[in-house]
């Protein structure tokens, strides 16, 4: 069965191919048709693989032995069951709509932007489906680094910019910091893959799901946890780096410095969602380790929580649309924490359609408003831009919970699960979800209603292309209905479907009653949202508080990273370590050792003297001390 | 294809090369002159890569000569699964150090030497023939030092390669104006050649001692003799004793923490085709020597040292790091980035386990590759900018788009980024330390050296290539020529080739293995020998025992 996930990764694999190497040659529009046809044919490659998952015919494909050492040995192998199914369908779907999106969006750059923005964006797919299917988690890792280079890559992909004045970033500088931050998280992930093969002697998912009970029940490692409590956890902090979390989010703000098209597919739809994914893909150990519930429920929330709180503040479009995407990410590791694996994959799916607009609606207004992005100078963009405004208005209403939108399924089941097990999280995430209205309504009072604050721009702007909104169109249908056709009600379509991967579980009885809350505080956080902020000016806006003032300076978080960890190490390096430690006393004893060699030499050499009553005399002086040693004197 | 013969091949051009470069003496036409010469290295280079290839598919036939039977040495060539890497590697760069010297290499006439020689090219009347000379008499020294099979052979070879890279370095290294005032006034070029040289002889001088007692012990210089008597186990206390004296020669070579500091000063001095030499080749003849002496003879004097050296390697690995993330100067930042790789390798060579040590080898081959790689590049911009400074730069991949690519992929590689070579290496040395009882903590700190490596690295791509043009000088910076990217072509393939299929660079490395299964899972206290097989056509090969009383 080579021929349909070879449909999925060679016709990216072309597509980078062509564009990085004869790129700057390939005129334009080639370029685009080539990025988005080898997207499209990957698409319909996952596609075409669907109906076979679900007769079961697809099972692990070994293509060639990775590497081999010893008792160690990794295979390049892929695994297409229901999960990976369904992560490869969301993955290439929007993927396919944002490549065409960014056909209109990326329409100013030349032969060589433009190729290169390609081939970087088919790289990123492909590595994407690399952690997707990979069959264990060496080849998990493959993909996740993979991606991490991609998001470098297009993070920094207008890697010329300068810092603007009142930016606190840009982009080359942003492009580093994601990737530095990730690799921390990287690291806690590598160790986890230690971890797992001195336990298992495997990398490989099946085999380590099925030995799972093994290690379970083992001595514990360190601080008094088992093995699998520390597997878990460590694979938890390669998520909370990949997947922005606390306190490893701070890359996800900055990495708005891409251009929005990236931003969408890379920093909302897919790739953030991929430690999702992993506890997803390893839900038999996080069920048996019990870290869920004590960890990752746990940072889920309180991002969720925290970030609505910048979401909340923030008067970059992006910015808002950056904080919105740590909470909901935040959300999806409650579900997935506490053991609502299909819950937290639901919203992973749904958010994929709904931010993925939202993101593209933001690259509209920013295409409209010349790059401007500060709110502040929008306002009453709905009379300019009808398309872009209703599909905002239905992807707003969508990630705000509105009763029967995809949000709404995939929201209430996370907050089902939590409130069978935990009030402080229900209460905390049923908060988060009226804030989630309330900035998602502010920021749609504050851009597209009242009137203009910037009569310039406001006159300037107009709609985007169709290659744009047609994009944004399919996905306001998905964004309103994927809730209801693909059945994401309980026990609806979707869950069967993943019933074989994810093993649900139940914890006491289904209720109304956190619906009932959550949609309740929805709706009042709309209303809010947009009765506060409607037709404000920019001075009434500028009016901060003392409540206000603290998150949108985003909590001081970046400037105390960088005054506790980075400059220490920093000057440290430069100071104690390179100029002291090396250069005074490891490089000063050798060059000591040396000097002294040096020295000897220059006092012995004054035996030389070259006259020959000295050497007589010091014949004379040897003889005498040698009889006298001898003791013959 | 004979041993003997290819070992020699480069050092025969080399004096083709001399004779040449005398008689052409009156050729009035300087260019073309030049030229001929390099083409003849390279032409020879290449032959020899070619050739060497051939080794891949099975290791050739030992070479087993009485060459001093007075003293009881003979003239013993053998290859095995590691070694032939390392082989091939150094065929492979040579060419590349001819094609990469192109440009800079050129004689001028006698009269405008020393005004010439502040360029940083080659000065003098026969400059040309002299320096690729120097670089193939290198070669057969390098190639000689992975095949001998007898001490003395061995420590021949050993000496032979520092000759023509101290004239590589002390003749055409860097113009450095700056004059160093330790033991008098000389030139930092000259201070960093002598250090070199007098560090590096430092360490051999206690490894010859080691060498005597050996042939005093066993009655023989022939490795294979030796490492049959060692396989008996010498005296305990002895083999203390030796490991150190091996060992410290190595650890200089490598170089391991705390014996660093000759690298950067070398490294900042020589001229591209050197520090590719030093980086690529010789800094692996130090982890070699580990994995051909100290391990297989003093396997309990080894297994009782290693969490010490293992220390030192973590410490390496961390501290270079660190220094690298505050050099200014980018040959300096490359040449600490090797610190702190180098540190890996040792550290793997220690933990005992197979995938450590392939690990190891694998990495040895990889470094060669992505920091060979990264000074040929360097050297590419030196050669334009004549500085090497990050801050003489910045927004460059706009005036070199080629570049650029290359140099971040490059980068990414010695990130260790998974699907480049750098990753399999790293990533296998981090796996067996890890499984090494009570060496898993080793892994972890070494672990916070791939974190570091993202940090220094890129922080340099961002300074150099990223941002707007600073300074005008780079205004008319060319991007690469047809001649450096077909230099820098085959480095590139072979970044992907080694991290995609590893597999079959591993596989050869115990192709002519012997003995052992280890598919024993979680079993993970074998040493690593390396032992010769008894009879003529025996390889040298990894053989792993678990030690007595283990599991």
């Given at each position: 069965m080579l021929a349909p996930t070879a449909l999925l990764f060679l016709p990216l694999l072309a597509g980078v191919l062509i564009n990085g190497l004869l790129g700057a040659k390939l005129p334009k529009w080639f370029s685009a048709a080539l990025g988005c046809g080898a997207m499209g044919a990957s698409f319909l490659g996952a596609l075409i693989v669907v109906p076979l998952v679900s007769g079961g015919a697809v099972g692990d494909q070994v293509l060639w032995t990775w590497m081999a050492a010893g008792s160690f040995s990794v295979d390049v192998a892929l695994k297409y069951d229901a999960l990976s199914c369904v992560m490869a369908l969301i993955i290439t779907g929007v993927s396919f709509l944002i490549h065409i999106y960014a056909a209109g969006y990326m329409s100013h750059e030349d032969e060589r932007g433009l190729s290169r923005f390609y081939t970087y964006l088919n790289l990123f797919v492909f590595s994407m489906l690399v952690l997707v299917l990979g069959n264990n988690y060496a080849l998990m890792f493959v993909g996740w680094e993979g991606v991490g280079l991609c998001s470098y890559l297009l993070i920094g992909f207008w890697y010329d910019r300068e810092r603007k004045t009142g930016d606190s970033t840009y982009p080359s500088q942003a492009a580093k910091k994601a990737f530095i931050v990730n690799r921390i998280g990287d690291f806690g992930f590598l160790i986890a893959i230690f971890l797992m093969f001195t336990t298992f002697g495997t990398l490989q998912f099946d085999a380590i799901f099925s030995n799972a009970q093994i290690a379970e029940g083992g001595p514990a490692l360190m601080w008094g946890k088992p093995v699998l409590w520390w597997i878990t956890a460590l694979l938890f902090v390669g998520a909370i780096g990949k997947s922005a979390q606390i306190p490893l989010y701070v890359w996800l703000p900055d990495a708005m410095q891409g251009p929005t098209p990236v931003s969408a597919l890379i920093h909302a739809a897919t790739m953030v969602t991929a430690g999702v994914y992993m506890v997803a893909r390893s839900n038999v150990l996080y069920t048996l380790a019990g870290t869920g519930p004590s960890l990752v429920a746990p940072v889920g929330i309180i991002t969720a929580a925290f970030a609505a709180t910048m979401a909340l503040t923030s008067f970059d479009f992006k910015g808002v649309l950056a904080y919105s995407t740590v909470s909901q990410l935040g959300y999806m590791f409650v579900g997935v924490g506490l053991g609502a694996y299909g819950a937290g994959v639901a919203h992973l799916m749904t958010h994929a359609f709904f931010k993925g607009l939202l993101f593209l609606t933001a690259g509209s207004v920013l295409h409209a408003m010349r790059d401007v992005g500060d709110i502040r100078r929008m306002g009453g963009l709905s009379r300019k831009m009808p398309i872009t405004f209703v599909t905002f208005v239905v992807a707003a209403l969508a990630i705000a919970g509105f009763p029967f939108l995809s949000g709404f399924f995939s929201k209430d089941a996370i907050l089902l699960a939590a409130y069978q097990q935990s009030q402080w999280m229900f209460w905390l995430g049923a908060i988060a979800a009226g804030l989630t209205a309330l900035y998602m309504f502010r920021l749609l009072a504050i851009a597209f209603l009242g009137q203009s604050r910037d009569q310039k721009l406001f006159d300037a702007a107009h709609e985007s292309p169709w290659v744009m909104t047609l994009p944004l169109i399919v996905l306001a249908v998905l964004s309103a209905t994927a809730g209801a056709v693909l059945g994401l009600h309980e026990d609806g379509l979707f869950y069967r479907f993943l019933a074989d991967v994810l093993n649900a579980e139940h914890h006491g009885t289904t209720t109304m009653t956190p619906m009932f809350i959550s949609v309740a505080l929805g709706l009042a956080g709309m209303v809010v949202g947009i009765l506060i902020y409607r037709g404000k000016s920019v001075d009434q806006l500028n009016r901060g508080n003392a409540i206000s003032a603290l998150p949108r300076a985003k909590w001081y978080v970046d400037e105390a990273y960088d005054a506790a960890i980075v400059r220490p190490i920093h000057e440290a390096s430069r100071w104690v370590l390179w100029r002291f430690v090396d250069k005074w006393i490891i490089d000063g004893i050798v060059n000591a050792s040396a000097g002294a060699v040096y020295a000897v030499g220059g006092v012995l050499r004054n035996v030389q003297t070259g006259v020959v009553q000295t050497y007589a005399a010091l014949i004379l002086a040897g003889a005498v001390v040698l009889l006298f040693v001898k003791g013959l004197l | 294809m004979n041993l003997t013969l290819v070992v020699f091949l480069p050092l025969v051009g080399a004096i083709v090369l001399a004779l040449a470069g005398l008689f052409s003496h009156g050729v009035a036409d300087r260019a073309m002159r030049d030229n001929a010469l390099k083409a003849g290295a390279l032409i020879v280079s290449l032959v020899t890569f070619v050739l060497s290839l051939a080794y891949i598919g099975a290791s050739p036939d030992p070479v087993y000569r009485a060459w001093i039977p007075s003293i009881g040495s003979v003239f013993h060539l053998r290859m095995d699964g590691i070694s032939v890497w390392l082989f091939i590697l150094t065929t492979f760069l040579t060419p590349i150090c001819v094609l990469a010297s192109w440009r800079n290499t050129r004689s001028v006439p006698a009269g405008v030497m020393s005004a010439y020689g502040d360029d940083g090219g080659v000065s003098g009347e026969r400059g040309v023939a002299g320096f690729m000379v120097a670089l193939l008499t290198l070669e057969t020294a390098m190639l000689g030092t992975f095949v001998a099979y007898d001490l003395v052979l061995f420590f021949v070879f050993w000496e032979m390669m520092l000759i023509p890279m101290y004239l590589l370095i002390g003749i055409?290294?860097?113009?450095?104006?700056r004059s160093t005032f330790l033991f008098g006034r000389v030139s930092e070029r000259v201070y960093a050649t002598m250090k070199f040289v007098l560090y590096t002889m430092a360490g051999s001088a206690l490894m010859l001692v080691g060498i005597l007692y050996l042939r005093a012990e066993t009655g023989s210089f022939d490795l294979t003799l030796v490492t049959a008597h060692a396989a008996e186990g010498f005296d305990r206390r002895a083999q203390y004793w030796l490991f150190w004296a091996f060992f410290v020669a190595f650890a200089i070579k490598v170089p391991l923490f705390p014996f660093h500091t000759w690298l950067p000063d070398a490294h900042t001095q020589a001229p591209t085709a050197g520090s590719i030499i030093l980086a690529g080749v010789m800094l692996k003849m130090g982890a070699y020597g580990i994995i051909r002496f100290c391990l297989p003879l003093f396997p309990d004097a080894a297994l009782f040292y290693a969490p010490f050296v293992s220390v030192l390697a973590v410490v390496g690995i961390i501290y270079g790091a660190l220094v690298a993330m505050v050099q200014p100067d980018m040959k300096r930042l490359v040449a600490y980035s090797s610190v702190s790789h180098l540190g890996f390798i040792v550290l793997g060579l220690f933990s005992g386990t197979n995938a450590g040590v392939q690990g190891a080898v694998i990495q040895m081959v990889s470094h060669g590759i992505s920091t060979g790689a990264l000074f040929m590049l360097v050297g590419m911009l030196y050669d334009r900018r004549h500085t090497r400074q990050i801050s003489d730069f910045g927004g460059i991949a706009k005036r070199m788009p080629a570049y650029a690519a290359v140099f971040v992929i490059v980068t990414f590689s010695s990130i260790g980024l998974p699907g480049t070579n750098g990753f399999v290496g790293e990533f296998l040395i981090l796996l067996g330390t890890f499984a090494t009882e009570g060496r898993a903590v080793y892994a972890v700190f070494a672990a916070l050296g791939v974190i570091l490596a993202a940090v220094y690295m890129l922080w340099m791509v961002q300074r150099v290539f990223f941002g707007p043009i600073r300074h005008s000088a780079n205004e008319d910076l060319t991007d690469l020529t047809l001649r450096e990217l077909a230099v820098a072509a085959p480095l590139v393939v072979v970044v992907f080739l080694i991290g995609v299929f590893p597999k079959y660079f591993l596989d050869r490395m115990d192709a002519d293995h012997a003995v052992s299964d280890l598919r024993k899972a979680g079993s993970a206290k074998e040493i690593v020998r390396v032992s010769p097989q008894e009879g003529g056509s025996g390889h040298g090969s990894i053989e792993v025992h678990a030690p007595a009383g283990g599991h």
């Open positions: - | 055409w290294g860097s113009p450095g104006t």
